[in-house]
């Protein structure tokens, strides 16, 4: 393990509703979901002095301080590129907690995707950029890769033809996370599972890419507390130790478009997993639960073999006899995942691995004390291992 092992801890979680259409702004999305997460943990906004958040988040770091009345800042930070900076947010928050740069740092995104600016439609802004990631999408975009969907739906036809992979294997993702859903009160689809035959009668958004394979759009804000793991062990709702925490881009990497590599898979996810083993001195074996990022269902089988729980092309047979779904081997998504819960860009999907160790899902999964959970895929990335030592 490394030193940075289990010296910070998540020691609170809070989150609004989620929703299509929240009917506030998205700063005051933001302060709400922190004061819960300060409220869960016993903390007030006197106690935070750092703030982490995403790079397209429209709240900065000294408004949300403002609104709340937090004082000095000793540390703010912001990750790039999308759903891949979820897990990077506690990344930060930790690094600045266990080097001593600040004491309670708050990892947060709030925003009205549904509402507001929709992240699936076609950003016609994101090919006219001045600056590099402008000129990368200036060469994809006119040919009609200019959606998350389009782009995806090329890496999932290439895995498909190289390793024999159907889109009912990706149902089988879809399926499992609308079950978990049908048991939270807080997902969108609560009470709402699915089967196999509607995953397969859903409509085609890029082919091979259906409905049910795609991520919703939703409104809401989801907070996380970082503190020392040593504090946080005195506070209302005990630690959760961060294990391992990294980040990773690959060679070769553009945002959801990096198809001129040899293996156009997921390199980057590689890259993160290979880390979070050497941090915690753990093993896919020693993982009782995941949740791993669903914008599109291919991608959580790509990332089962990039995080080596099973070997390059082999998830479709991992996960055909129900090994995600509860009471399997290895539960993914036991909130609903972003296909069921919501898709607030990854940050639910670190709340849903506290409530594990804690030991408070609604689909808790028996004996869970390492809990491993990404960010997003096809971008450069990040992951993190939570439980105990």
């Not at 708050?106 to 600056?131: D, H, I, L, T």
């Amino acid at each position: 393990m490394s030193s940075f092992s289990g010296a910070a801890a998540i020691a609170g979680i809070g989150a609004t509703e989620f929703s299509k259409e929240s009917g506030r702004s998205e700063l005051q999305l933001s302060a709400e979901a922190t004061l819960a997460a300060l409220a869960d943990a016993g903390l007030t906004a006197s106690d935070v002095d750092g703030l982490v958040t995403f790079t397209m988040d429209s709240t900065s770091e000294i408004a949300l301080a403002r609104e709340l009345g937090i004082g000095d800042l000793r540390f703010f930070s912001r990750i790039n590129y999308g759903g891949g900076a979820a897990c990077a947010t506690v990344q930060q928050a930790a690094m600045a907690v266990a080097t001593g740069m600040a004491d309670v740092v708050v990892a947060y995104r709030g925003f009205n995707e549904r509402s507001g600016q929709r992240f699936g439609q076609v950003q016609k802004w994101a090919a006219e950029q001045v600056n590099t990631n402008g000129l990368d999408n200036a060469w994809t975009y006119p040919q009609g890769l200019s959606t998350p969907a389009a782009t995806v739906a090329m890496q999932a036809r290439r895995y498909m033809h190289e390793y024999g992979a159907t889109s009912e294997d990706f149902g089988r993702v879809a399926v499992a996370d609308r079950r978990h859903a049908a048991n939270n009160p807080a997902a969108f689809f609560y009470q709402k599972p699915i089967t196999i035959q509607d995953h397969q009668s859903s409509r085609i958004i890029a082919d091979p890419l259906r409905l049910l394979d795609c991520c919703q759009e939703s409104d809401g804000a989801v907070a996380i507390v970082v503190t020392s793991t040593e504090r946080a062990r005195d506070l209302r709702a005990g630690a959760v130790p961060i294990l391992a925490a990294a980040q990773g881009s690959a060679a070769d990497q553009f945002v959801m478009t990096s198809y001129y590599r040899d293996d156009i898979g997921i390199a980057e996810m590689g890259v993160v997993g290979r880390d979070l083993w050497r941090q915690s001195g753990l093993a896919p074996a020693d993982i009782q639960t995941a949740v791993l990022y669903d914008h599109f269902t291919p991608y959580v089988l790509m990332q089962l073999e990039e995080l080596g729980f099973c070997g390059r092309g082999e998830a479709k047979d991992f996960i055909a006899d129900g090994a995600i779904e509860i009471g399997g081997r290895l539960p993914l998504n036991t909130h609903g995942g972003q296909l069921g819960e919501a898709y607030i860009h990854g940050m639910n999907g670190i709340a849903e691995g506290v409530r594990q160790i804690r030991g408070s899902s609604v689909n808790q999964v028996d004996g869970a004390r390492h809990v491993l959970v990404t960010a997003g895929t096809g971008v450069p990335t990040s992951g993190l291992i939570l439980g105990g030592a």
